[in-house]
């Protein structure tokens, strides 16, 4: 597919706009800079509670800096820049007051390639609690949070063993269910699957299908099949513009704008 | 192989040539040559060192018991006053060492956190680079700057300071196994992967709980090895505490009084010509001995550390 240049005053699409009532995430005319480099252009994104949304597009248009903004994970990156708002349950992130410490402890992240830390796999899954001086039954959040990313089966015999001994498949769960057990009320996934083989991955998308209805998920993915079997909407980017928005069955069947159609059926062949 | 395969092979240009095949196989014996010139080095020192050791323990003046338990190290006096007790050769080695340890520990990690951690890579290099010169500074520079610098200033500062004394030559031991300490451990700690790190932002800890709590544990192993690698060297860094620490073997624990090293003593007694085959030039030996023997034990230490305790990632 040829990169083509989105004209400057783009409007992006919206089908079925979600209300505002119903929104965790709203982000608003949100630009962002690595130094000279602008990464996102004025996207506006309104994601709704207990649903999965999905970043589509081109590899380098932004879906992971876009992920990175809603946990600001971007902070890490000293050269950044970032203009318009985010706001959290109406609270705008990129407030000067806000501490991007907290923000991460309520919205969660599991990463392109899994990365347990070479600690045991409950040391992985109590990391967080302890981190935030959790004074509950340790032992049972462990255990909840492993059941919750649907590993505990696999794991209750292996508690004190390395996390890095798991399979890539199991990993990737123990990532979840550590992102699960700090309690967050979001869980960004940036591509969860790509470094997985394919029962591995039909296993995550199973439970990121479970996990919706006490999470709000926004997934990275660039594997269109996978973004039209677990997510609610699509969001479909293309060189930092986010292009259109919308449900995943819409998006899919009947896209608006030509590109998002262009890129589609490109994939679909 | 038969003719034909032969002929054939060299119609097609694919025959064995003979000038490669000797010149290879010189290579390889040359360089096998290197390697064991160092191996039978080892094994000449090992073999000398054992020698002359056996010897000086063979000697009916000598006991293996005194060797440990005598508080008196007199292997250069007159018979009648003559001790072998290695203890205050170990204990000023250990006093110095622990001196060097106090100071070198905390400033080398300290360093290298902050280097690794939190300074710009600008500010990294150019530390690092007055690191290396630090490193680069040869020791009998630092033992006359410990005896004519460091010591003149404790001395107003520490009451009952001798002129000789491990104090001083600790300390500047620190700074001399600082760069070490820090350089290995900055290395150790750039090594561990990204990805853990963000993991750990991502669960919303802050910069010092990643370092804490991610960082210094992944890098434990690497650590706990500059530890060692700095340790080892202080037991047997040598002109310095000739220099500054004394050459009087004294049984004291006091950080003020003039003593010896295992090493200042070996460089005495090298330095007077003790006829060879005499005791006191084999008692020479037997210290060197003890100070091999406990380096050996620190590097079999260290791999056990390092084993049990070193998170390991890929
Ligand atoms: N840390 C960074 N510094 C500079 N440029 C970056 C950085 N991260 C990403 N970019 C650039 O921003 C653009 C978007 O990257 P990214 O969000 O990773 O895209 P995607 O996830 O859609 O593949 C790319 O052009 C990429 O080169
Ligand atoms: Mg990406």
């Known amino acids: 597919m040829a990169s083509q240049a989105v004209p400057k005053d783009h409007v992006t699409v919206r089908t079925d706009p979600i209300p505002a009532g119903e929104a965790v995430v709203t982000l608003e005319n949100l630009s962002l800079w690595y130094g000279d480099f602008q990464a996102l252009h004025d996207v506006s994104l309104t994601v709704p509670k207990n649903q999965v949304t999905a970043l589509i597009g081109a590899s380098g248009c932004g879906k992971s800096t876009l992920l990175r903004c809603v946990n600001r994970m971007n902070d890490l990156v000293p050269s950044v820049r970032v203009e318009g708002q985010l706001s959290y349950e109406g609270v705008n992130l990129y407030d000067g007051a806000v501490d991007p410490v907290e923000v991460r402890r309520r919205v969660g992240m599991v990463f392109q390639k899994p990365n347990p830390f070479p600690k045991s796999v409950y040391e992985n899954v109590a990391f967080g609690p302890r981190l935030h001086g959790y004074a509950g039954d340790m032992d049972a959040l462990v255990e909840k949070s492993l059941k919750g990313a649907a590993l505990w089966d696999e794991v209750q015999d292996k508690l004190k063993q390395s996390g890095l001994g798991l399979s890539g498949g199991q990993q990737q769960r123990l990532c979840i269910a550590r992102a699960m057990a700090t309690d967050p009320d979001v869980i960004l996934m940036d591509e969860p699957t790509s470094a997985l083989d394919p029962i591995a991955t039909d296993r995550i998308e199973e439970l990121i299908h479970e996990i919706k209805k006490d999470y709000t998920v926004i997934i990275v993915t660039h594997n269109m099949q996978q973004a039209g079997r677990v997510s609610d909407r699509t969001a479909f980017m293309h060189l930092g513009v986010l292009i259109e928005e919308g449900p995943t069955e819409q998006i899919f069947t009947n896209p608006q704008h030509e590109m998002t159609e262009r890129y589609i059926s490109g994939r679909f062949g | ?314």
């Not at chain 2, 007159?78 to 080695?93: A, D, H, M, N």
């Not at chain 2, 001395?155 to 001083?168: E, K, T």
Request: charged share 10%; glycine share 8%.
């Open chain 2, 1 to 314: 192989m038969t003719q034909n395969a032969k002929t054939l092979a060299r119609a097609a240009g694919l025959h064995k040539s003979g000038t490669r095949n000797v010149g290879e196989r010189v290579i390889g014996i040359v360089l096998f040559l290197a390697a064991s010139v160092s191996i039978v080095t080892t094994a000449a020192v090992i073999l000398a060192l054992s020698a002359e050791t056996i010897s000086f323990f063979a000697d009916p003046a000598v006991s293996i018991v005194e060797f440990l338990t005598a508080r008196e190290w007199t292997p250069l006096f007159p018979e009648s006053q003559r001790y072998f007790g290695i203890s205050p050769l170990v204990i000023g080695t250990l006093m110095v060492t622990f001196v060097a340890l106090i100071v070198g520990l905390p400033l080398g990690l300290g360093s290298a956190i902050y280097l690794s951690e939190f300074a710009n890579p600008q500010t990294r290099r150019s530390v690092m680079s007055v690191l290396e010169v630090l490193a680069g500074i040869p020791t009998v520079v630092l033992g006359y700057f410990a005896l004519f610098f460091v010591t003149p200033i404790l001395r107003d500062i520490v009451p009952g300071l001798n002129l000789f004394n491990p104090l001083s030559a600790g300390l500047v031991m620190g700074f001399m196994i600082l760069p070490t300490i820090s350089s290995i451990s900055v290395d150790s700690m750039q090594a561990v992967p990204r990805a853990l790190r963000e993991a750990a932002y991502g669960l919303g800890a802050s910069k010092h709980e990643v370092v804490a709590k991610v960082v210094v544990p992944a890098a434990l192993s690497g650590i706990v090895a500059s530890f060692i690698l700095a340790m080892s060297r202080a037991i047997g860094e040598t002109m310095i505490v000739t220099l500054a620490a004394g050459q009087k073997p004294t049984f004291t624990f006091d950080l003020r009084e003039t003593i010896a090293t295992m090493t200042s003593f070996i460089v005495q007694a090298a330095k007077g010509d003790q006829p060879a085959g005499s005791l006191a030039s084999q008692s020479l030996y037997a210290v060197g001995a003890t100070l091999f023997l406990m380096t050996f034990a620190l590097n079999l230490v260290s791999q056990q550390i390092v084993q049990r305790f070193g998170e390991r990632y890929e």
